[in-house]
């Protein structure tokens, strides 16, 4: 799958379900926050990202940011390869790979 067809992919289920969705929020004082919420949109559209074919382990997750969110959230890849920018996001990733899988309803 090429980059294009990537980035297709992840957009076109983004805006079929019109999905804003919330970046975590971090202050200098506080450890990163996130809304019961906003984990379950990013795990339904995670989960809508699999079922047409694009791997959680892709390496390319590590460069997608956010291009827009107005009316949907809209992804482009940054240009640098190599590590994550940030490094709890694989981890994170993985966590919710891991409560994806035992979800008894797959």
């Known amino acids: 799958m090429t980059d294009n067809q990537f980035l297709a992919i992840i ?22 926050e996130i809304s019961t919420e906003a984990l379950a949109a990013w ?6 990202c699999v079922k ?6 892709d390496e390319r997750w590590s460069r997608v940011v956010i ?3 107005k009316p949907a959230t809209v992804f482009a890849l940054d240009g640098t390869r190599g590590a ?5 996001f694989r981890i994170g990733l993985h966590l919710l790979m891991r409560i994806l899988e035992k979800d008894p309803s797959r």
Request: aromatic residues 4%.
């Open 11 to 32: 957009n076109k289920i983004a805006a079929e379900n019109r999905l804003r969705l919330p970046l975590p929020e971090q202050s200098a004082f506080s450890p990163v």
């Open 43 to 48: 795990a339904s559209f995670l989960e809508n």
């Open 52 to 57: 047409r074919g694009v791997k959680l382990a």
């Open 67 to 69: 291009k827009n969110d």
């Open 84 to 88: 994550a920018p940030d490094p709890d």
